[in-house]
Structure formats: structure tokens, C-alpha cells
């Protein structure tokens, strides 16, 4: 596609509930990045992908949230027993090897009621 | 802690005036730092990128400096209009690599006014 989508752009889920959210990059980017960035705030590192492999994953603030790209494109951000604390929005980026610039989705704005 | 600080944390200016929005880093190593326009419920958009060997780019109005002797950076708006209203990001790229972790500013909301 010509830029990162992120499906749903809006969820509303009840407290306890599970919630996936799907980022699909640019054809051909390697990198892929998760963030999660509350009203008024910059976004905050989640996760980040080279290819299939997470290569870093200090940003998933507790084994609630998972995030998976079995075939290096399409991620997943799985989070479980959704608390209010999870409502923000969260954005995907992708980015072309070797190269500096990371273009962002228009994210994904999870509200937990 | 890797950290990237953004000043002042608001502005508002009069259309047709100059502004200078600032971002302190303390992040190493350090790839490349770079600048978002982000506007309200949309997803950041880059105006610049710099290396560690470059200490100013330009795109358009928008002019960015970068002093990575003291790890500062600032970005320079030129005859600013409307549009130019939006959170503006100082986002510095960790690692030896350009494929690094993105460290996030706070972001300075700017408005300009009519």
C-alpha cells in the first residue's frame, strides 16, 4: 500500500477484555515499530521489529501485551486483560532497511470502558 | 536513561512570525536525531533528518540545527502559518545503527494565530 495502515482506527472494549491490533507496513520495510502515546504526551516506545524477530522489546510495560510478525510484514499487538490504564493511542511505523526515515500510521485509538 | 527533552512544552505566535522550538538529548549512542510535525489525531510526519556529521537541515520554512557536542538540537519556523499549528517531536535514534530504537520528546504544541 502506498503508506503504514493501522485497522481498527477506533476500538472500544469493556475492562478484562482481550484486543488485537493490526499495523500493516510498507511493502519492503524491514523495521516495524509499536508506541503507545496518551493525550498530550510523545509517543513511547512499545516494541520494534528487524524482519520476524523482535528485536527489542523493553517498551511492553507487562506480559499483558505481546506483539507478533510471523512473515516480516503484518504485526499484531495482542493485549490481554485490557485495564483502563491501556486506553491511548497506539501508532505502528515501518521503516526501509538501512535507511533513516520511519513512516508512521495514523494509529489506532483503543478506549477501555 | 536515554532521554530527549523538548522546549517550551507550548507556544502561540501570531501568523507571519518566526519561532524556535528546542531539544536537549542525552541518548547514546546516538544514530541521527530527526524532527515530527504531528497534527491533532494523526500520526507524526518527518520534516528533518540529521546525522551526527550534519548541523543544519532545511524543508522549506522549517530549518533544524543539530549540536551533537552538547546534544542539543532546535528547529526554526519561518513565517509561520496556520497550518502550522500542530506537536511538533525532537525524536533521536539510539544505536550504532540507522535501524535503532526511536526515543520519543514530550513534543511542543504550537499554535499559531491568525
Known amino acids: 500500500g502506498a503508506g503504514v495502515s493501522q485497522t481498527p482506527s477506533n476500538k472500544v472494549t469493556e475492562k478484562g477484555k482481550y484486543v488485537e491490533l493490526r499495523c500493516d507496513p510498507i511493502?519492503?520495510?524491514?523495521?516495524l515499530y509499536w508506541y503507545r502515546q496518551s493525550l498530550g504526551q510523545g509517543p513511547e516506545f512499545l516494541i520494534y521489529f528487524q524482519g520476524t524477530g523482535a528485536a527489542d522489546d523493553s517498551g511492553l510495560p507487562n506480559d499483558r501485551f505481546f506483539a507478533v510478525r510471523p512473515e516480516g510484514s503484518v504485526s499484531t499487538l495482542k493485549i490481554q486483560r485490557t485495564e483502563r490504564g491501556d486506553s491511548a493511542v497506539y501508532l505502528c511505523?515501518?521503516?526501509?532497511?538501512?535507511?533513516?526515515?520511519?513512516?508512521f500510521g495514523q494509529g489506532t485509538r483503543l478506549t477501555v470502558v | 536513561k536515554n532521554q530527549v527533552e523538548q522546549s517550551p512544552q507550548s507556544l502561540i505566535i501570531l501568523e507571519g512570525k518566526n519561532c524556535t522550538l528546542q531539544?536537549?538529548?542525552?541518548?547514546?549512542?546516538?544514530?541521527?536525531l530527526r524532527w515530527y510535525k504531528q497534527d491533532t489525531g494523526r500520526g507524526p510526519v518527518s520534516l528533518t533528518i540529521?546525522?551526527?556529521?550534519?548541523n543544519t537541515k532545511s524543508n522549506g520554512r522549517y530549518t533544524a540545527t543539530l549540536d551533537a557536542d552538547t546534544k542539543q538540537s532546535s528547529l526554526h519556523i519561518t513565517a509561520s502559518q496556520l497550518s502550522d499549528s500542530a506537536s511538533y517531536i525532537c525524536v533521536v535514534s539510539e544505536g550504532s545503527s540507522n535501524t535503532g530504537k526511536l526515543i520519543f520528546g514530550q513534543g511542543t504544541t504550537l499554535q499559531v494565530k491568525p
Open positions: 540529521m546525522t551526527f556529521s550534519e
Open positions: 511493502s519492503g520495510h524491514t523495521a
Open positions: 511505523a515501518s521503516s526501509p532497511p538501512l535507511n533513516t526515515e520511519a513512516f
Open positions: 531539544c536537549n538529548y542525552t541518548v547514546s549512542p546516538f544514530s541521527n
